[in-house]
């Protein structure tokens, strides 16, 4: 089995999870105005599902090096973002209401899906 054929279904899931993603920290950064991380990582998520697409579609860089070197970003990106989310959430305490603390959990959770 060639690398293309074993990374095809974490190209799929990393797409796939953009979709909840969005879902839950689109609303989550809309109602709470304090934070905006859950919703920072919008931003790496869909660079990360936007190359899944290249990666699928056969339109990856010719470089493998230059492939490694953006999933090595996002992830680390992806990282930071949610390290810092969680702890934000954690320092939180009762100041955020209960259906925002699990719509910025559930956000960066899926954000786990990726890494």
């Keep these: ?17 953009w979709i909840p993603m969005f879902s839950l920290s689109l609303p989550y950064g809309a109602n ?7 919703v920072l990582g919008i931003l ?15 339109r990856k860089p ?3 090096s230059l492939s490694i ?10 990282l930071a973002v949610f390290i810092a989310s969680c702890t934000t959430l954690a320092h939180t ?6 259906d925002q603390t699990v719509l910025g959990t559930l956000g960066a959770a899926t954000m786990m899906v990726n890494m």
């Design 1 to 17: 089995m060639d690398n293309d054929a074993q990374s095809t279904p974490l190209r799929m899931l990393t797409i796939l999870a």
């Design 32 to 38: 709470n105005g304090n934070t905006l991380l859950p």
């Design 44 to 58: 790496p998520m869909t660079f990360s599902a936007c190359t899944g697409m290249l990666h699928l579609n056969s």
């Design 62 to 64: 010719t470089s493998r």
């Design 69 to 78: 070197v953006m999933d090595l970003f996002i992830g680390c990106f992806l």
């Design 93 to 98: 305490g009762h100041s955020v209401s209960a």
